[in-house]
């Protein structure tokens, strides 16, 4: 256990790149006053894309898992190590190194949250609609149906999931790292432009609930509720996804790969 204080500072800094970077496009598209306002959905999926990028670049150390639903799903698949065993930085895979990848992945996203809100703290204060300045931290249902809602980011997390499984069995070590940068991007862009419509796809448990726990402790200007009804949706779904991957991925990637 040597290498976890860095594989959960690696993980911190990566998850915090990622939500600054990916809450920060919403923030510009969304928010009064912005020279990105109104740049539409599109513009939200590459930002987020290219935010994950960022977020990976900076934490191959950890094997840039930057999510919860990929630190379980890696689990579920037979991981006995994280990390990446080219630095020298690998972790044996127990309750206690799980829970060090989760809490740094929580940590660095209400870091991250907190950075966008700072960058963009006047757009904020000049913008009229609580809705929109709650859309920046945190995703929320197009049409409110908690179980369709669930299967969506069920659905959407295990591609990010399989996917990611499914490069690392022939590269180097586990979590997004073992796709490069550049495929993981992609990745995701795609998985926002083909399933991001229902529920603004999270797809991960701490970039939606680190800045949700922003929103509410942060002293946001006419900010309204942070829709706790709601946030166990993008914690279970991506969770199950990413469990779901794991299995699958044991039966089928064998034969496909």
Known sequence: ????????????????????????????????????????????????????????????????????????????????????????????????SVLAYIAAQLIGAMLGATFVWLAYKQHFDGEPDAANKLGVFSTGPAIRSYGWNLVTEIIGTFVLVFVVIGFGRNGDGGGLAALGALPVALLVIGIGASLGGPTGYAINPARDLGPRIMHAVLPIKGKGGSDWSYSWVPVVGPLLGGLIAGWSALVLLPILT
Not at 55 to 62: F, L, T
């Open 1 to 96: 256990m040597d290498n976890l204080g860095i594989v959960f500072l690696s993980e911190l800094v990566g998850t915090a790149m990622l939500v600054l970077l990916g809450c920060g496009v919403v923030a510009n598209v969304a928010l009064a006053k912005n020279k990105g306002l109104g740049g539409g959905f599109l513009m939200v999926n590459i930002g987020w894309g290219l935010a994950v990028f960022a977020g990976v670049i900076v934490s191959y150390a950890s094997g840039a898992h930057l999510n919860p639903a990929v630190t379980v799903g890696l689990v579920a698949n037979g991981a006995t190590e994280f990390g990446n065993a080219a630095l020298g930085t690998t972790v044996a895979v127990s309750a206690v």
